[in-house]
């Protein structure tokens, strides 16, 4: 069917391997717009795969904007994709997140959705202290020492082939540059190209450091709103100056909304027509809980794409270890700059990750860990629902460790969250990570990535009792 190809024992699930042929198809322009596809139960008898499997890339690739289901009818091609025509050329197809946990000090009974925090227990301790001792005991003195500027060649080499392997990405080792956590990635890149760009597009809302570095540097911050599918690429599009621009496209913070393949190829146009640079975060795409993890924006165009990568979701936040996948025309700027700045990142636990991954714990850990959080997930929204019923909308929640609530009772329009500690629970209003201050006060962000099924449990009745003491509150007051 189609000619695709399936590959029993290849290191590729079946699932990504069937995704991978069909978005080929459809930028190809071989799988029309408007195109209705066979029926799952179809489909898994003429590629003699199961149903779940067939089932699963159909779910995939509509999350990604590739497919839509129309009720009653079946599911088809997406409309408003580009695709590559036989000559190469596009042709339009026509139809930390969150405060830090330990800012201040806390009551021993206060539970915190904090976001962007994993589960610190369950991390492998024990195996990671081996390859930390192992690389210790190495007779390599440069270990010692200040070690390479972009980082050890071994971690660069393992997180190559790692990239590639999970999601697509095809770079050298001497495009990753290796940085003590994502932030002094961006520091880098934002005094890296200071002398070409003075504006910035960060996503609204988005998280404050990003914003606050490049503030510093001596950007113009262009807010652009995010809504259920991404980044408003309108605003974009008509830009005719150079700018960076800042996306979080595979699970965006606070919203957790999926950037579509039609938004992701607009945000390639606009870089490549205005010769702009996107700045790839991709902190938590890891742990998709529904689906396959969706390709990196990346992989659209390696060439005007920085893609940013960090240990801190999927290990833990105290390693401080990232890294960045550099375009090859600007590979010489950034070395000279992390050079020129002395950013060396420690080499001994560079050593340890690239053990680490090359054996195969970080996909281990992740695969646990992606169980443990969908668990976690669908007992907090049930928890959410069974509490809030109608009163509320849940957005953003299949992929990483949080989800948006928004609450549709007028009564919560205006909130003071931070009020709610008094209730013995704590949790991050969206307006905290907004430029424009006051908007979204009927939005917050739980985050349960560090929580236990009981602490989810006691925290939504503490929310439950906290937002209805206030609206039977306000409706004494004003009968």
């Known amino acids: 069917m189609y000619g695709i190809k399936i590959i029993r024992n290849h290191e590729l ?28 139960r179809q489909m898994s008898r003429e590629l003699n795969v199961s149903r779940n499997v067939t089932l699963e890339v159909y779910e995939q690739l509509s999350a990604e904007g590739y497919l839509e289901s129309r009720v009653g009818s079946g599911t088809y091609v997406a409309g408003n994709i580009n ?20 800012s201040k000090q806390k009551s021993a009974d206060l539970i915190y959705f904090a976001s962007g925090i994993p589960d610190l227990k369950l991390f492998p301790g ?37 990239l590639f392997r999970l999601k697509g990405i095809q770079c050298t080792p001497e495009q990753i540059l290796i940085v003590s956590g994502s932030s002094e990635g961006f520091i880098l890149m934002a005094k890296v190209l200071s002398d070409t760009y003075n504006s910035v597009f960060v996503e609204e809302p988005t998280v404050n ?35 960076l621009a ?58 005007r794409v920085i893609y940013v990568g960090t240990f801190s979701k999927n290990c ?35 050593r ?31 928890l959410l629902v069974e509490r809030f019923k109608n009163e509320i909308r849940i957005k953003g929640d299949e992929t990483g460790m949080h989800l948006q609530v928004e609450f549709t009772n007028p009564e919560l329009s205006n909130l003071d969250w931070d009020e709610a500690e008094k209730f013995g629970v704590e ?16 939005k917050i962000v739980l985050g349960y990535g560090n929580l236990s099924d009981n602490e989810i449990l006691e925290g939504v009745n503490r929310l439950y009792d906290f937002v209805y003491n206030l609206i039977i509150h306000r409706t004494a007051k004003y009968p």
């Open 13 to 40: 699930s079946l699932t990504r391997q069937i995704c991978d042929q069909f978005r080929k198809m459809i930028e190809n322009g071989n799988l029309k717009c408007g195109e209705r596809l066979p029926s799952t």
């Open 316 to 350: 833990y936040p105290g390693l401080r270890l990232g890294f960045l996948v550099v375009p090859v025309q600007l590979l010489n700027k950034f070395m000279e700059v992390k050079r020129r700045l002395n950013m060396y990142t420690p080499t001994i636990k560079q």
């Open 427 to 442: 949790v991050d209003s969206f307006t905290e990570f907004c430029i424009n201050k006051g908007t979204n006060r009927n």
């Open 209 to 243: 450091f990003i914003k606050n570095i490049f503030l510093d540097q001596g950007y113009t911050i262009k807010p652009v709103n995010v809504d259920d599918d991404g980044i408003n690429t309108k605003e974009l599009e008509k830009e005719e100056e150079r700018n």
């Open 126 to 162: 024990k195996i990671w202290s081996k390859y930390i001792k192992e690389a210790f005991l190495e007779e390599d003195q440069s270990l010692y020492s200040y070690g390479n500027i972009s980082g050890d060649i071994r971690l660069r080499r393992v997180l190559t082939d790692y």
């Open 246 to 303: 800042i996306i979080t496209p595979s699970h965006q913070f606070p919203t957790g909304s999926i950037l579509t393949i039609q938004k992701r190829q607009r945000l390639i146009e606009f870089a490549e027509r205005t010769d702009s640079f996107l700045v790839e975060d991709d902190y938590d795409s890891e742990f998709r809980l529904k689906g396959i993890p969706i390709p990196p924006l990346q992989v659209l165009n390696p060439s």
């Open 352 to 382: 340890a990750m690239a053990g680490f991954i090359a054996e195969g714990h970080l996909e281990r850990h992740i695969y646990t860990m992606k169980k443990t959080y969908k668990k976690r997930r669908e007992l907090l929204h049930s």
């Open 83 to 102: 695709r590559k025509s036989n000559n190469g050329i596009n042709a339009t197809v026509h139809d930390h997140r969150g405060k830090i946990a330990h």
